[in-house]
């Protein structure tokens, strides 16, 4: 049988290049079962695509994350994704001799790894079009091209700092700081910029962009200071992340919780989140001069958020009542009590709203104390705990006392209730509603509980 032909041949080397490692690890699997010779020889192909990434990886390690955005979207030194597999090509073609110790690890695969990258910069010098064609990424292309030769450069002793990155991250000594010095200092001797350079790819390899903070402010013993750091090579890193608070804290304040505000709820979440953790990063690593341009960034976008917070903290207990409203109902003669109304629609968008406002509440706790509003945030969730326990204490004495016409949309209700509390984390209490709602379904009689209420 007639295996693949040539173009067949080309066209899936060049689509296997694109394909990231995992997604080759799956198409590798899936070929394996399939029968014929051109499935056997597609076979080869990924294990041989497979191979040569793994060499690729090892050998650029240091810049890999580079050919990609980061997730949280702070500004950071980034090349086309395409470009990766370009680079790679030419940079293997004058050591293939090389190539196998690599995938031995070789006691000098390091020392082969540099001269990969080494290679791989005079290409870039030397052979541009083949590593990043006219067209690609234009407006970025010239700048581009040097400064991915310039890293390749420092990738040698980027690939040696990345053995002390944790160390650096954590508690130094002195002798890790003056290694991490003198890291900074070599690499500024191989070029003007190499200082932010290797920062630029020791910053692509935290997941955690606040945490940059903790070695541009050890590269020098004054740097901790913003007055000293904002006039150096390294504020650059320092500005990304007070950009990324403040567009943001942009974002926050423009939200306004709604019936289908759940999504970006969850998104809004995720930006205090981040907006908190770099704030306190931020106080612990840097002394922020309050009349600084640094300074009063952080402090506008510290008052929006924190407007935005005690915002949702008093209007949350406002629209809980408002969805779970109260009515009288008569007693005896012209005598009337409140009691919760449980004729409500379980799917209104007051409920709906509330619920984004309760989830909020209750997930902010550890980001309100940096905001300064956590004691109005824990008074607003525990009176809410204690409103919402009281409503469904007196919903389950109306429905076992033949109170209530329509016991389904009662009990809706109060699986409502229960997922408030558990928002709130009151789980026992959310537990303890929801093991009533059961039991007053199995003592119903067949008649008053309906299968969906089961």
Known sequence: MAGLSVAHRAALAHLITLCPP??????????????????????????????????????????IPMFRPRPDGIEALTFP?????????????????????????????????????????????????????????????????????????????????????????????????????????????????????????????LRDAALVLRLVTQTNGSAGRDDFLSGTEMAVFIQRLIDGISV???????????????????????????????????????????GSAWGQSVREARTKVARRLSDTIRGTGRAVEAALPMTRATLAGRMTRKVPDLTVDPT????????????????????????????????????????????ADEAFDMIHGDEVEDVDRALALMEIVARFLTHLQATEAARTVRRRATATIHAMPPHRASPEAA
Request: proline share 5%.
């Open 22 to 63: 995992p997604l080759l690890d799956g198409l590798r699997r899936a070929v394996g079962s399939w029968p014929g010779e051109k499935a056997r020889e597609l076979g080869r192909m990924l294990v041989e695509a497979g191979q040569e990434q793994k060499r690729r990886d090892l050998a650029l390690q240091p810049l």
């Open 81 to 205: 994704a395409s470009v990766l597999p370009r680079l790679w090509a030419v940079a293997r073609e004058s050591e293939l001799d090389l190539l196998g110790r690599l995938d031995r690890y070789a006691p000098d695969a390091t020392v082969v790894a540099d001269r990969l990258c080494l290679a791989a910069a005079a290409a870039v010098r030397d052979r541009p079009a083949a590593v990043w064609p006219e067209g690609l990424a234009a407006d970025q292309r010239e700048e581009g091209l040097a400064l991915l030769a310039r890293c390749l450069d420092l990738a040698h002793l980027a690939r040696k700092a990345l053995n002390h990155l944790e160390t650096w991250l954590g508690r130094p000594d002195g002798d890790s700081l003056a290694e991490l010095r003198l890291a900074v200092r070599d690499a500024a001797e191989i070029h003007e910029d190499g200082a932010p350079r290797l920062i630029d790819i020791l910053f692509a390899h």
């Open 248 to 290: 943001r804290a942009d974002r926050i304040a423009a939200f306004r919780p709604g019936p289908d505000a759940g999504a970006e709820a969850g998104a809004r979440l995720e930006d205090i989140s981040w907006c908190a953790a770099t704030l306190n990063e931020l106080d612990v690593t840097l002394e922020m001069q309050p």
């Open 348 to 391: 209104s968008e007051a409920l709906a709203t509330a619920e984004v406002l309760v989830r909020m509440l209750g997930s902010v706790h550890s980001a309100a104390a940096v905001f300064g509003c956590e004691s109005d945030r824990k008074r607003q969730a525990d009176a809410l705990i204690e409103m919402l326990g009281r409503h």
